[in-house]
């Protein structure tokens, strides 16, 4: 579980508790921005390790990662810009994130989803076709805390 406090600080922190996390928020500050900004800066930071991660299996380069707030995307892949993950996946399970990861990585070798795609995909995330199904479940689950438009569309697809 995580716990959010509002403390006399400057910055928002993470620290362990019992049974889960809590974050601690400066007092003072918009607490539903903080959260975000603070879900954000994480999701980004695992993000960059799980790509970095995936691109060594694969044996290609490390793509340039950035984060997504996309309505119906949880993904996208492009030369010129790199792997876009959506920040909201930060609340999943990490081998949900971690199918989303391989599929966008796989994308590097095979910019479409042929058969050779899907092949790819199965080495770097071999039980690929169990977790695409959990993801559509996931979806449904996810809590709203940001009410901005580019985060209230439905996640039906992974790229």
Known sequence: ALVLRLVSARAARWRA???GEELLLPAGVDPQ???????RARALAWYRGR????CHRLGVPVSAVSLSS???RWGSCS???GIRLHWRLIHLEPALIDYVVAHEVAHL??????PRFWAVVERLYPDWREARAALRRAA???PVIATAAADRGRFASED
């Open 17 to 19: 508790a019992d049974g």
């Open 79 to 81: 030369t010129r810009s």
């Open 140 to 142: 449904a689950t996810l």
């Open 51 to 54: 790509v970095e991660e995936f």
């Open 33 to 39: 921005r903080a959260l975000v900004r603070a879900l």
């Open 109 to 114: 070798a095979e910019m479409n989803h042929s």
């Open 70 to 72: 996309a309505a119906t």
